[in-house]
């Protein structure tokens, strides 16, 4: 995945040295609270259905559920609590989907959370003025620069399209300062992963490509159409390419040092520990037990701990953190003859 065009924010590998005491942590297998977590205010339910969507398995797992509005309430005050930094709202369901999600955004500002989203943008418009300017980032997947070809990709109404963009430019006029991006995953049925590929449970996929369907789309001729319009509708493009059918050969790194740094708070009290494999690594199926105390103590004990030394990278055919696996595992970890040579 090759990122082309950036909004503000720094590459993740240099975020790392702000966080030097974690990765110290890390390398005495000590685990400080995950730096960031997933929110998901929904389960187990989209109103798009994207050709390459790596989080179908995930919602085909789960029942539809939407988070209740005390535990985003008191989601806020837990986190800051227990030293969570930031959230990433988003899920493997479109999180806007919770009508009520003004509820987690107020409680994470109250609380000191940085905060940003990731929506498809068809309810974008659900969320207000001070919801807005209460974020640190926005971004929306539209990944096409033509309602024919959103259409196509997300098997959708055309109309919808153009709902976004206005959900767009109204996002930049109520909150000018917010960055906002609008991202494009370069597809191409040829050479990309499709969303069937991952509803295969994680641990059972060969690799050998067989399950792979036939299946005709490519947006990539759009990319110079979709520059022109983020630059219409002031907000940055970040263009990515999309899982390749080989991608688990092109890892670098042995074991998922990356995982302590993050997890996943869902809609139906679970507690994962990866964002990529959700409903497969559950560290809690109820962080709310004993009023919230049960996933402090189970984080960074024996459990958590096998459960990470059971990953097996290559039986992953996705992993957002590959770069930031390579890197801690090569520099951080690593005992090198010129490791004090810099």
């Known amino acids: 995945m090759i990122l082309t065009k950036t909004t503000g924010l720094a590459d993740p590998l240099f975020k790392l040295f702000h966080h030097a005491d974690r990765l110290s942590g890390l390398r005495q297998g000590k685990f400080s609270a995950p730096i960031m977590v997933d929110i998901d205010p929904v389960d187990g339910v989209c109103n798009l259905d994207c050709d390459w969507c790596c989080q179908a398995a995930s919602r085909a797992s789960r029942p539809t559920r939407i988070m209740a509005d005390e535990t985003m309430i008191r989601l806020g005050s837990f986190c800051q609590a227990w030293g969570v930094k930031s959230w990433r709202i988003a899920g493997d369901s479109e999180p806007l989907l919770n009508k009520n999600i003004s509820l987690l955004i107020e409680s ?96 059972k996929i060969s690799g050998d490509g067989a399950l792979q369907p036939v299946l005709q789309g490519n947006n990539c001729n759009e990319e110079p159409e979709f520059r022109a319009l983020a630059e219409r509708l002031g907000v940055h493009a970040i263009l990515r390419d999309s899982y390749p059918k080989d991608f688990p050969s092109r890892y670098r790194f042995e074991k998922c040092v990356a995982t302590p740094l993050g997890g996943v708070f869902d809609a139906s009290h679970n507690f994962h520990l990866c964002c990529d494999a959700r409903n497969v690594y559950v560290l809690t199926d109820d962080y709310t037990r004993d009023d919230w105390r049960e996933l402090p103590v189970l984080w960074g004990g024996d459990r958590h701990k096998e459960m990470i030394a059971s990953i097996q990278p290559g039986n992953c055919l996705g992993c957002a953190k590959y770069r930031m696996n390579e890197a801690i595992e090569k520099y951080i970890f690593a005992d090198t003859p010129d490791h004090n040579f810099i």
Not at 175 to 182: H, K, N, Q
Request: overall charge positive; glycine content about 4%; hydrophobic content about 40%.
């Open 108 to 203: 994470g500002h109250a609380h000191a959370i940085d905060m940003g989203l990731i929506t498809n943008g068809v309810y974008l418009d659900r969320l207000s003025k001070i919801d807005l300017q209460r974020l640190r980032w926005l971004g929306v997947s539209l990944d096409a620069a033509s309602a024919e070809t959103w259409s196509s990709l997300k098997h959708a109404r055309q109309e919808d399209f153009h709902r976004i963009l206005e959900n767009i430019r109204r996002a930049r006029s109520l909150a000018p300062e917010l960055d906002i991006s609008i991202k494009f995953l370069r597809w191409n049925a040829e050479e990309s992963l499709s969303k069937s590929r991952f509803t295969v449970p994680i641990r």
